[in-house]
């Protein structure tokens, strides 16, 4: 009996990993129409994305605009609702999320989630203690602050865990700074019980040492829908997301 249980219950989860991909892509949205977004703004006159994340979701070299390209349409959707609803909170993204029907915001996620914006914008390189402690929290975390790795739920190597966990690999470290001091001083409240939590731990120098690290972390393999096996040292903390 029990020998049996197990694929039986593998079956189940198999089945409902199925049904919570197809509903994934049903809330996916249309590439073509969301590539129009992306050129030339909303309907209700949101502005066209491709003046800060450029057309292809590489953003620029001012560090400024999160890279978009790669990271799965889920979290690029979430993030623009969580704009919209207040849950997180920017002069320019709260409002432009305003400006897009949820039609648009699923079609324009779509878009940029299949963008790939490769080569990447060569950029200088960081002190080399700094990206020695960026590595260290990276890959092995900081018993001394009870900080587990960044990559024990970011993925190997950075490379995200989609759909709800986005990739760090290649990101801005400008941006990187800004967002995790946004959460340490609670202005982004998604993610409270993870990236909160995280991101209280960590001291400023701390900030500045992963943000550098990650920004020049480059993957062999795609960043979304990575299926990669690469030993990982400790199982990730299932993460339960808020709406
Ligand atoms: C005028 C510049 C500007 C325009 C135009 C713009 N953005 Fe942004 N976007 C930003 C900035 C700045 C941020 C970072 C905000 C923050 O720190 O929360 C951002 C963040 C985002 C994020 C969050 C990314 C992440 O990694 O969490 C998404 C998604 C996004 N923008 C999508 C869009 C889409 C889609 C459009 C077009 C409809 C658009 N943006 C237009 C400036 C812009
Ligand atoms: C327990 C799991 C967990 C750990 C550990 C973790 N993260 Fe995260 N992280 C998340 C989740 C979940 C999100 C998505 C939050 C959201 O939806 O807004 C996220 C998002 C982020 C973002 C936002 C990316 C963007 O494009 O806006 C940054 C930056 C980030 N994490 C950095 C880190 C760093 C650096 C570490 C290690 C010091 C770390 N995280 C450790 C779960 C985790």
Partial sequence: MARN???????????????????????????????????????????????????????DASGAFPRVAGQSALYLSK?????????????????????????????????????????????????????????????VGDNSRQLQSCNNCHGPGGSGEAP?????????????????????????KSSAEAMGVVAQKMSDQDIAAVAVYFQQVRNAAPATGSTTTAAQPAPAQPVKRKQ
């Fill in 79 to 139: 993030q623009l609702r969580d704009y919209s609803s207040g849950t997180r909170s920017n002069s320019l993204m709260s409002q432009i999320s305003r400006a897009l029907s949820p039609q648009e915001i699923d079609d324009v996620a779509a878009y940029y989630a299949q963008e790939k914006a490769t080569p990447f914008i060569p950029l200088r390189s960081g002190d080399p203690a700094l990206l020695k402690r960026g590595e260290q929290l990276a890959t």
């Fill in 5 to 59: 249980l197990t694929p039986r219950i593998a079956g189940a989860a198999l089945a409902l990993l199925t049904i919570l991909g197809q509903s994934c892509l049903a809330a996916q949205g249309d590439v073509s129409r969301g590539e129009v977004v992306a050129a030339q703004g909303s309907q209700k006159g949101a502005p066209a994305c491709a003046q800060c994340h450029a057309f292809n979701g590489g953003s």
């Fill in 164 to 188: 709800a966990i986005p990739y760090l690999a290649g990101q801005y470290s400008q941006y990187i700074v800004f967002t995790l001091k946004e959460w340490k001083h609670g202005f982004r």
